[in-house]
C-alpha cells in the first residue's frame, strides 16, 4: 500500500510539474530584443532619480518628489502641469517629461526642464519662469552650463555661445574639414565630446580639428523610401557621402584647444606646439578657471604627459607629470581637483600595472622661468591587483573619495570610499556582491545606489557614507516571471598562458536534460575596453542567448585576455597581434565545453559583432574542424583598414609592423573556410567600414570560399530601432538552419 500510494504522489506531481511547465510563457524576439515591441516590459523596472544638492528627487516622468532619506516615503516637489502653468499660464506650453529635470543649485528651489526646443529655468517655490531659452531651427546644442546659464550650440558646422540675451559666433570657417566644438580622436582617450565649460560657466574651452588633409571613404548616402504608400512615384538617387577617415599608417588630422571668454568676448588658443601626430585629451579647469590641464600624447601613444596652460593667454605652464611605456599609454581620465584643497588634485594610472589614484600636490616655482612652472608631488593613493573603475566623486566632510572598483571579485563593481589622508578603504555597498551603479550628492554625504546581481533584476539603496546606514528604497520585481527562464552559470577556466583565471558565462536550454547532447554556440566579443561577464542579472547575459536557448542551443561566453578591467599585463599581451592570444584563450573556453557529455562537439557555432566579428571569422578559419556555422557582424577583417587612434595603440603603424598586419589579417585565411558563415554590415557603417567585409568577400571568390552576406543600407555600425529585431530573427535562423 505504501508503494502504491509514494507511486501515485510521484505520477501527480510529476504530472503537476509538467503542467506547470506547459503553462509557462515562451519569449519572442519582440520580447528579448532592444528594438522589439514588447522590450520595455522585459526589462527590471527602473526609478530615476537626481540629486538636489544632498536632495534625492524621484523623476516619475508626470511629476518629481522629495524622497525621505530614513525612510524612503515620498512627498511630492511639483507635478509636470503645474510646471506647465508656472512657465506660461496663458499658453499652452508643453514640457512632456520631467525625467530630465535638473536641479542645479543645492541652495535654491530652481529647476531646468527642456521640451526639445526650449530651454525652461523655473522658480518651483515662487512658482515663476525665470528664463527660457529657444534653440531655433538651424542649432545644435552641445552642452549647458547650468550654473553659468551658458550653452554651447552648433550652426552651419561652426560654434555659438549664448549667455543670458548675449550670444558670440567663435568660427567662421567651420565645415565638414573644419570641425568646432564637437568629438575627436574618434571618441578614442575617453573623449566623448568637443566642449568643456569651466566652474563658473563664463569661460569655455573647445576642440578645433583640421581634418581636410585625411582621405575621405566613399560612403554612399541611399535616402529613406515608404515602401508602403507608392514606392513608384518616389524618384530618390543615391548620393556620394564621404566620411574623413583616418586609416592605420595615414595622414591623421590637426587638433587645437581654443578657449572663450564671455567676460571679454575674446578667444585664444592654447600654444601647444604643432599638433601633427598628436593626441590631446581629457581637459579639466583648476577651480579658479585660470589654468586649464590637459594629457598629451604622441601618436605612436607610448609618452604621455599631463600640461597646464594659461587659460587667457594660452601660455605653457609647465609639464607635470609624463609616463611611458613600452607597448602604449591609454588616458581615459581628466584629473580631478580635491573640493576642499585647491593644490591638490587626483590622477588615475595604470602604471603599476591596475589603474590606480594618485594624489597630486602641486607646487609653485616661479623663479625658474618668466611664466609659472607648476611641479607636482606624486602619491599613490590606491593599490593591489584590482582596478579603480570610476570615480564618484568626493566627500568633503570626511575628505575622501568615492570609487567603484573590482576589488572585491573581477566580476564585480562595488563602492568604497577611500580616506584621501590615510588611503585606507572602507565598503560603501550593503551587500559586497553584485555589480553597482551610483549617483553622488553634492556633498558626497549620500549615494543613489542602483544594483543588481545574478538573482537580482534591479535593487536601490540609499547609502549614507558617513554612518555607512542603507536604505532600501526600491526593488524591481523579475519581469520574467510566469516564462519558461533558463539556466545562467558562471564559472572559470585557465587562459593559454596556463596560469590567468578566465571569467566565462553559460545559458543552459530550457528544460535542460543532461542526457541529450546539445548544440552549442559561442558568443564572443573578446576586444578593448568591453567585458561580457560580470555578477550583474543572469551574470549580464544577453537576451538573444535567452532566446536561442529556449530554442534547444547552449550559449557560452568567455572574457578572453586583452577584456578590461583585468590590469595592464591582461590587456596588453595581445599587442602588435590583435586576435592571436584572444583566439587562443577563446579555444581553452571550447575544449571545457567538449569536456560537458551534454554538449554536441560536432555542433559548435560561434557569433560576435564588430571586434566579436573579427573574431568570429578568425576562429572560424584558423579553427576550420571546430567551428560548423558562425555569424560574423560588422568585423574588422584587416587592421590596415581601421581608424589610427585605436588601430595603431594596439598593432603599431603597418610601416613599423607588417608582420603583425599580415598575420591578423583575414584575407589570407579566406582559403581556409570551411564552415557556413554568415557575413552582416550596415552598409553606412563609419566605424567599421564597408571595404572590410567587401574585400573578404573578394577574397573568398579568389578562394572558392562559399561565406554569405546581407546589408542593411544606411545603417551604422549597428542596426537602430525595429532593424535590430529583423538583424537577430536573421542570425538566428542561420544557426536554426545549419546548427540543427
Not at 173 to 179: A, H, L, M, N, T
Request: hydrophobic share 35%; glycine share 8%; with cysteine.
Amino acid at each position: 500500500m505504501k508503494i502504491k500510494y509514494l507511486s501515485t504522489l510521484l505520477f501527480g506531481l510529476f504530472t503537476s510539474l509538467a503542467v506547470s511547465a506547459q503553462q509557462l510563457k515562451e519569449f519572442t524576439l519582440e520580447d528579448l530584443n532592444f528594438g522589439g515591441t514588447n522590450y520595455h516590459n522585459m526589462v527590471p523596472k527602473n526609478r530615476y532619480c537626481t540629486w538636489w544638492g544632498d536632495q534625492l528627487v524621484h523623476l516619475d516622468g508626470d511629476a518629481c518628489y522629495i524622497v525621505n532619506k530614513v525612510t524612503g516615503k515620498e512627498t511630492k516637489l511639483f507635478s509636470k502641469d503645474e510646471l506647465n502653468k508656472w512657465i506660461a499660464p496663458t499658453r499652452d506650453i508643453k514640457v512632456h517629461s520631467l525625467l530630465g529635470a535638473k536641479f542645479p543649485y543645492a541652495d535654491k528651489p530652481v529647476v531646468v526642464v527642456n521640451n526639445g526646443a526650449t530651454i525652461y529655468t523655473v522658480d518651483f517655490k515662487k512658482h515663476k519662469l525665470i528664463s527660457d531659452t529657444e534653440i531655433v531651427d538651424g542649432y545644435e546644442l552641445l552642452e549647458t552650463n547650468y550654473k553659468g546659464g551658458t550653452m554651447a550650440l552648433l550652426k552651419d558646422n561652426n560654434l555659438f555661445v549664448r549667455r543670458g540675451d548675449k550670444e558670440w559666433q567663435l568660427s567662421n570657417d567651420g565645415s565638414r574639414e573644419i570641425v568646432y566644438g564637437q568629438s575627436v580622436h574618434r571618441d578614442e582617450f575617453g573623449i566623448h565630446k568637443g566642449t568643456y565649460f569651466s566652474n563658473d560657466g563664463s569661460k569655455i574651452a573647445f576642440y578645433r580639428m583640421d581634418q581636410s588633409m585625411v582621405t575621405d571613404y566613399p560612403q554612399v548616402d541611399i535616402p529613406e523610401i515608404d515602401y508602403f504608400n507608392h514606392p513608384d512615384t518616389q524618384t530618390c538617387c543615391a548620393k556620394a557621402a564621404p566620411d574623413k577617415y583616418p586609416m592605420t599608417g595615414e595622414t591623421s588630422h590637426k587638433v587645437m584647444v581654443g578657449v572663450f571668454d564671455t567676460t571679454t568676448g575674446k578667444t585664444i588658443y592654447l600654444k601647444a606646439g604643432d599638433p601633427t601626430d598628436r593626441y590631446f585629451t581629457n581637459i579639466a579647469w583648476s577651480p579658479d578657471d585660470k589654468t586649464i590641464y590637459m594629457f598629451e600624447l604622441n601618436r605612436d601613444q607610448n609618452d604621455c604627459r599631463l600640461v597646464s596652460y594659461d587659460a587667457t593667454t594660452g601660455e605653457k605652464n609647465g609639464e607635470l607629470y609624463r609616463e611611458t611605456d613600452a607597448k602604449y599609454v591609454e588616458p581615459q581620465h581628466p584629473i580631478m581637483f580635491l573640493p576642499w584643497d585647491n593644490s591638490q588634485f587626483v590622477m588615475q594610472s595604470q602604471k603599476d600595472g591596475y589603474n590606480h589614484l594618485y594624489l597630486c600636490t602641486l607646487g609653485k616655482h616661479g623663479s625658474r622661468m618668466a611664466h609659472n612652472t607648476e611641479s607636482l608631488e606624486i602619491k599613490q593613493l590606491t593599490s593591489g591587483k584590482w582596478v579603480v573603475m570610476d570615480v564618484l566623486g568626493f566627500n568633503t566632510k570626511r575628505k575622501s573619495i568615492i570609487i567603484a572598483s573590482n576589488e572585491l571579485s573581477p566580476i564585480q563593481r562595488n563602492f568604497f570610499a577611500v580616506d584621501v589622508k590615510t588611503g585606507k578603504r572602507a565598503l560603501m555597498d550593503e551587500t559586497g556582491d553584485g555589480w553597482h551603479n551610483g549617483l553622488l550628492s553634492e556633498s558626497g554625504q549620500y549615494i543613489y545606489d542602483s544594483y543588481s546581481s545574478p538573482n537580482v533584476p534591479r535593487n536601490i539603496a540609499i547609502v549614507n557614507v558617513d554612518n555607512g546606514k542603507h536604505l532600501s528604497y526600491f526593488r524591481a520585481e523579475d519581469p520574467w516571471k510566469g516564462y519558461n527562464v533558463p539556466e545562467y552559470s558562471c564559472g572559470t577556466v585557465k587562459a593559454a598562458d596556463g596560469t590567468t583565471d578566465l571569467y566565462w558565462r553559460m545559458v543552459k536550454p530550457t528544460n535542460f536534460d543532461p542526457k541529450k547532447k546539445y548544440p552549442a554556440i559561442v558568443y564572443v566579443y573578446g576586444g578593448p575596453h568591453a567585458h561580457n561577464v560580470d555578477a550583474r542579472w543572469h551574470y549580464s547575459s544577453r537576451s538573444w542567448e535567452t532566446y536561442m536557448a529556449q530554442n534547444g542551443y547552449l550559449l557560452f561566453i568567455l572574457d578572453n585576455r586583452g577584456s578590461e578591467n583585468r590590469g595592464k599585463e591582461f590587456e596588453q599581451v595581445t599587442f602588435r597581434q590583435l586576435g592571436q592570444e584572444e583566439m587562443k584563450d577563446q579555444m581553452k573556453g571550447v575544449e571545457y565545453l567538449k569536456s560537458l557529455s551534454f554538449v554536441d562537439a560536432d555542433r559548435i557555432g560561434v557569433h560576435g559583432w564588430s571586434f566579436g566579428g573579427f573574431m568570429t571569422i578568425s576562429l572560424m578559419t584558423n579553427y576550420p574542424d571546430v567551428f560548423k556555422v558562425g555569424v560574423a557582424g560588422g568585423p574588422v577583417i584587416d587592421w590596415h583598414w581601421y581608424e589610427v587612434m585605436y588601430g595603431e595603440r594596439y598593432m603599431d603603424t603597418p610601416q613599423a609592423n607588417p608582420e603583425g598586419y599580415k598575420k591578423t589579417s583575414l584575407l589570407y585565411k579566406a582559403k581556409d573556410l570551411k564552415g557556413k558563415l554568415q557575413i552582416i554590415t550596415g552598409y553606412n557603417d563609419a566605424t567599421v567600414v564597408p571595404q572590410h567585409c567587401l574585400t573578404f568577400l573578394k577574397a573568398c571568390i579568389a578562394a572558392g570560399t562559399q561565406p554569405d552576406f546581407f546589408v542593411y543600407p544606411g545603417e551604422p555600425h549597428n542596426m537602430r530601432g525595429h532593424q535590430s529585431t529583423h538583424l537577430h530573427e536573421r542570425i538566428s535562423q542561420y544557426f536554426f538552419d545549419y546548427l540543427k
